[in-house]
């Protein structure tokens, strides 16, 4: 039997958001799909749902915190190994130079994106759970 993932969803257009969420649904290897509008709301999240994440898929603008301010955080404060795949309309340089600190070079799902590379993705940063 396969392991349920435990998914938190970050992203402040609700359109993408809800969307996102729907693909994750309907794949059901997914237990428990959370969501946030932003990196505070995430934090929350985080904070209240005890056995935490397996994954978080984040966008990266957001208002009152960041896809890149909450990796910050996540990693510092709740669990440093903790699997993201990042999701954005457009990065700049200086972005792209953060993520690839954090080791997130390669988890990276420019917007709008293919639903069959959104789930190789997932596929391949979850391989790296086993």
Known sequence: MVKQMKVLVVDDDRVARETLIHILESVDRFD????????????ESLAAFAGGFDLIITDINMPIM???????????????CQKFIVVSGGLSQKDRGVLA??????????????????????????????
């Not at 799909?33 to 505070?40: D, Q, T, Y």
């Open 101 to 130: 600190e954090f080791d997130l070079s390669g988890h990276i799902l420019a917007k709008p994106y293919n639903i069959d590379r959104l789930i190789v993705m997932i596929d391949k940063v979850l391989s790296e759970l086993n």
């Open 32 to 43: 428990v799909i959370a969501w946030a509008k932003n990196g505070e709301d995430a934090i």
């Open 66 to 80: 960041g896809g890149l301010q909450l990796i910050k955080e996540v990693r510092a404060n709740y669990n440093s």
